[in-house]
């Protein structure tokens, strides 16, 4: 169901390269993997898990979510917090019935066990690459169903995950940054989290006009996934553009 942090054995795959694996209530492992880890967020999963727990952007942020920068860290990163009840366990799991927000659960617990690497060249085109990682703890791996990554990145919903991930990955490794000639300020940092992972305050600030944005269409501004591809391209505006 979710990432390991320290995978034992790490195998590159082809995307039509056939594997086993199914992670379902009936293996004897079911949700042990929910516990202990370090979930980072990304934008997209925050805005699905609103969606799984019926909160705001700013209430998921005030209950299940952890800041981090550190000294290397350009932009601040967002995990899933754990509660303390002595394992470490996802807030959102249930030894029996599994995952409380399964079709809202973040991409990293649906990508589990494939790992995947996008590669845009300089003519556009997107390359995927994929490992597939494998821990003796996980029992799925016995199942006899076949996979690919492609199949399993669609049975998972990846795709759309990381349509998302891959429109972020435009703003944080954009050249400007790779060559060293970019470092946010304190509003420019302020603004990443506002825009990226709270949409809904970030909605609320672009309809009261305080964000100096200008006009937003309707379908732009009442479209979770259209305002988060807007809210991108706005910041790669902000900071490469001047
Ligand atoms: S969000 Fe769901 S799938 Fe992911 S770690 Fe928590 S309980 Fe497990
Ligand atoms: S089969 Fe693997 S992914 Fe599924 S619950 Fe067990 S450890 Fe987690």
Redesign the pocket.
Known sequence: ??RPQFPEAVYRLKSDEPFN????PG????????KMLELALTPYDVLRMRRGTGLTSQQLHDQYIIEERGEQDMFPKYYLTMIDDGQASCAFVDKEKGCAIYSHRPGACRA??LGRAAVRTRSGELHQHFVLMK?S?????A?SVEQTPEKYSQDQDLVSYNRFNDAIATLIQHDKIRQGLFMPNDEQLRFYTLALYNIDVFRAQVHAGTLNIGEVPSSVLDNDEELLLFAIDWLKDLYFQS
Not at 27 to 33: E, M, R
Not at 137 to 141: A, E, M, Q, Y
């Open positions: 169901m979710s694996f199914a992670c379902h293996v004897p492992c079911f949700t042990d993997c929910c589990y066990p821990e703890h996980c029992k799925g791996f199942e």
